[in-house]
Structure formats: structure tokens, C-alpha cells
């Protein structure tokens, strides 16, 4: 009925209420970019704007925690013996198709140090697969994993403007062009 309250399920929510707005944001950040409105985050999220800004008080604290399972992931993946510096590109690559804000979250981390924390881990995962490509010989001598993380923005950019259904492919031909720069 038009107008009517919606019960006020209490505390009991508050956990439900979350997990649907990491949802959302995830949905809205993987298409809108990290700009995404967090008024249609909530609005998807079937929940207020009061109850977004007491779980997330913030953008940044949304979006860190919408993208720290990336980053977890990134970590858990890249601390694989098997696992090279190639497959830890690929994967951030397939989570920058995903979430074209993830890339956008880390390039805003100068402003704000919980961002800089997130982009820290993202570039010691590099760093860890970048020593053992350079030992193997498999990268040239002054690959850093600032240039990886720049490779890996300019992919990003790209795909940022692209639709969704032709991402892949241009982060694929992108990745074409700037791996002779990166791999021997």
C-alpha cells in the first residue's frame, strides 16, 4: 500500500542490509565505474540512504569494501608457486573487465590512505611475482611493478569506455601491444 512503513526489522537486518549493498555497489561499480550514484546503490539495495551511510560512511569505504575480496583473491592467487607474473596479469585483467572501478579505486589512492593500503597489497603481489619472472629472465631488467600497475591502468582506461561485451577483447589486443614492452 502506497505510503505505508516499512517494518523496522531492527537489528536483525543490519547484516542483510549489508550484504545487499556490496551487492549493488558491485553490480554499480562494474558498469558505472567508481562514480557510480550511491543513491541507486541503495535504491537497488532496497534499503535507505540513512542505512547505506551507517554500514558505509563514505564512497571509499563501499568501494574498499566491495573490492577488498579482489584484492584477497589477487593475494591468495599470486602467493602460488605455480601461479606466474602472466596469470597474476591475466587476473587482474579479468577483474578490471569485471569492475572497471576497481582500476579507478586504486588510481584514486593519493587522497585517501585506505585506498593507498589497498593499492600497497595490489603492488607487493606484484612485486613478489615481478622478483621471480626477473630471476627466471622472463622480464626485462627495468620492468617495475609501478610500470605493471601503469600497463595494467592504460588497459583499464580502455576498457572503461568500451560496452561490456567487447571489454575482453580489447584488454586482450591491448595486452598484445604492451606485453614485448614488459615480457622478453
Do not use: C
Not at 555497489?25 to 562494474?30: C, G, I, L
Not at 554500514?55 to 579482489?70: K, Q, T
Not at 606466474?84 to 585517501?112: C, G, H, K, N, P
Not at 630471476?135 to 609501478?146: F, L, M
Amino acid at each position: 500500500m502506497p505510503g505505508a512503513r516499512r517494518e523496522n526489522r531492527g537489528r536483525n537486518a543490519a547484516a542483510a542490509n549489508r550484504r545487499a549493498l556490496l551487492g549493488a555497489a558491485r553490480k554499480h561499480f562494474a558498469t558505472d565505474g567508481f562514480a557510480a550514484s550511491l543513491t541507486a546503490i541503495a535504491r537497488q539495495a532496497g534499503v535507505g540512504q540513512g542505512s547505506l551511510y551507517r554500514h558505509f560512511p563514505d564512497r571509499i569505504s563501499l568501494a574498499v569494501a566491495v573490492f577488498d575480496d579482489n584484492v584477497a583473491q589477487l593475494e591468495a592467487f599470486a602467493a602460488r608457486p605455480e601461479a606466474s607474473l602472466r596469470d597474476v596479469l591475466e587476473l587482474l585483467t579479468e577483474q578490471t573487465v569485471a569492475s572497471v572501478a576497481f582500476i579507478d579505486m586504486l588510481r584514486a589512492s593519493d587522497d585517501d590512505s585506505r585506498l593507498r593500503a589497498i593499492l600497497d597489497r595490489v603492488t607487493d603481489a606484484l612485486d613478489r611475482k615481478l622478483g621471480g619472472a626477473r630471476r627466471d629472465g622472463d622480464v626485462h631488467d627495468s620492468v617495475t611493478a609501478g610500470h605493471l600497475l601503469l600497463a595494467i591502468e592504460m588497459v583499464a582506461a580502455l576498457v572503461a569506455k568500451a560496452p561490456a561485451p567487447s571489454r575482453r577483447d580489447l584488454a586482450d589486443r591491448a595486452w598484445a601491444m604492451l606485453r614485448p614492452s614488459i615480457f622478453r
